[in-house]
């Protein structure tokens, strides 16, 4: 995909950050857009920053884990539409959590969201995307998809199979020769609102931690702007990239990682307890 003129992208998690600047670079480019969000508040100042394109753009709140309601979504988007060739699979939350600590329930909450809810958005417009002849599926995994953390065990499990999940989808995209590609995103720290909205219980105390401070030093670590990162996802898309990595971070912890593919984990652990005392 070549450029994105009168084409259409559907996107969740299109109320804030990423999915936000993502729907204003491709509007700018002339392409029409569905948009979809939890938020319905953050969900209306997106289409508000839209107003000022010439494009088609249609709204929805809805919740990703929800398969009926994404299959449902899908279907509206090209009846308003008349066809969709780019679905982002971008919305997702977090959880601070020991593994010990995490109740079933928040597992579920966040599986549900972080992986169902690509996995809903990947099959559900798959069909319609083969249908375009020029379709691709960027799904967003994470730094943390990468490599793993203490105290993200749910989220690292989440981001860790998107990674699988697409990879394998990408491989098989290309042996049918369909017309459509897959693009697996690694964000590193974006500076978004994911960190203070994140989930976090009382098991982190278990490890010396505080949930206060840990939001407070994770937001330290979130200094790439989402635009910059919509930019680059973009750019992927066209390129038809394979994998995505955004920010010095990711490129620095995935070189570790690739060196040091067990080591890593003693850093990480000492790096974390020189942290939660400083």
Not at 16 to 39: E, F, P, R, T
Not at 141 to 168: C, D, H, I, M, W
Request: glycine share 8%; hydrophobic share 40%.
């Amino acid at each position: 995909m070549k450029n994105f003129n009168n084409k259409v992208a559907a996107i969740t998690g299109a109320g804030s950050g990423i999915g936000q600047q993502l729907a204003v670079l491709l509007a700018q480019q002339g392409c029409h857009l569905s948009l979809s969000d939890v938020n319905e508040q953050g969900l209306a100042s997106t289409v508000e920053l839209l107003k000022a394109f010439n494009v088609r753009v249609t709204s929805k709140k809805l919740d990703v884990s929800d398969r009926l309601a994404m299959k449902a979504w899908a279907a509206e988007t090209v009846q308003n539409h008349g066809a969709v060739n780019l679905i982002f699979n971008n919305a997702g939350v977090a959880l601070g959590s020991t593994v010990e600590g995490a109740s079933y329930e928040e597992l579920e909450w966040i599986v549900n969201i972080n992986f169902w809810g690509v996995v809903y958005g990947t099959k559900e417009f798959l069909p319609y995307l083969k249908q375009s002849k020029d379709g691709h599926i960027i799904n967003v995994s994470s730094l943390f998809g990468l490599t793993a953390q203490p105290t993200q065990s749910a989220y690292n499990a989440t981001k860790f199979a998107v990674r699988g999940f697409t990879e394998s989808l990408r491989q098989e995209l290309d042996i049918e020769n369909c017309g459509v590609s897959a693009l697996c995103v690694h964000p590193g720290g974006i500076k978004t609102n994911i960190a203070n909205a994140a989930k976090m219980n009382d098991s982190l105390k278990s490890l010396g931690m505080d949930s206060d401070k840990s939001i407070k030093s994770f937001n330290k670590l979130l200094r790439t702007p989402p635009e910059d990162a919509a930019r680059q996802i973009l750019e992927a898309v066209q390129k038809d990239k394979r994998r995505l990595l955004i920010g010095n971070d990711a490129k620095t912890l995935d070189l570790i990682q690739r060196v040091l593919p067990t080591g890593y984990q003693k850093i990480t652990a000492l790096v974390t307890n020189i942290g939660k005392k400083l």
